[in-house]
């Protein structure tokens, strides 16, 4: 039996192609997010390879860390201008209230499309989809109560 303890974690890793200032500042609006780190690829103690970073991406965001309650979420503009490409997953969020979902769904949905409205549900006094504005699918629930 292995008694060490597994320190392993798997965080989201998000390229947002150009617009990753943008979308951690309505992370923040939206989730509450608190940026942890922020580098630019200017700021870069090593210089990038010749073209592996498009024209005009001085300033763009090489790497960040923001934190959304207990979770931490890396993001960069990556290495393409091309559109942004967000499919095959979700972000799950849970809150405690259902004043706190109608709230992350109303930011989160700010220029995004819902894909289905906040509704009870057999798991969740309230639970709904959303594609935010920046192509990411988040499914915003609240826990059931404790059963006592």
């Known amino acids: 039996?292995?008694?060490?303890?597994?320190?392993?974690?798997i965080q989201p890793y998000l390229f947002f192609n150009g617009n990753c200032e943008e979308a951690i500042e309505?992370?923040?609006?939206?989730?509450?997010?608190?940026?942890?780190?922020?580098?630019?690829?200017?700021?870069?103690?090593?210089?990038?390879?010749p073209g592996t970073v498009p024209p005009g991406f001085e300033n763009k965001i090489?790497?960040?860390?923001?934190?959304v309650g207990q979770t931490s979420v890396m993001a960069s503009d990556g290495c393409s201008a091309d559109k942004a490409s967000f499919q095959g997953f979700s972000?799950?969020?849970?809150?405690?209230?259902e004043k706190e979902a109608d709230r992350v769904f109303a930011g989160l949905s700010e220029g995004g499309e819902v894909k289905m409205p906040?509704?009870?549900?057999?798991?969740?006094?309230?639970?709904g989809?959303?594609?935010?504005r920046f192509g990411i699918g988040w499914m915003i629930s609240v826990a059931p109560p404790e059963q006592k």
């Open 62 to 67: 090489m790497h960040a860390s923001f934190r």
């Open 26 to 49: 309505f992370y923040r609006k939206a989730l509450g997010a608190e940026v942890e780190m922020m580098m630019r690829f200017k700021e870069s103690p090593e210089p990038q390879p």
């Open 129 to 132: 989809m959303v594609q935010d």
């Open 91 to 97: 972000l799950s969020v849970s809150v405690p209230s």
């Open 118 to 127: 906040l509704t009870k549900t057999f798991w969740s006094p309230r639970f």
């Open 1 to 9: 039996m292995n008694t060490t303890k597994d320190n392993r974690t």
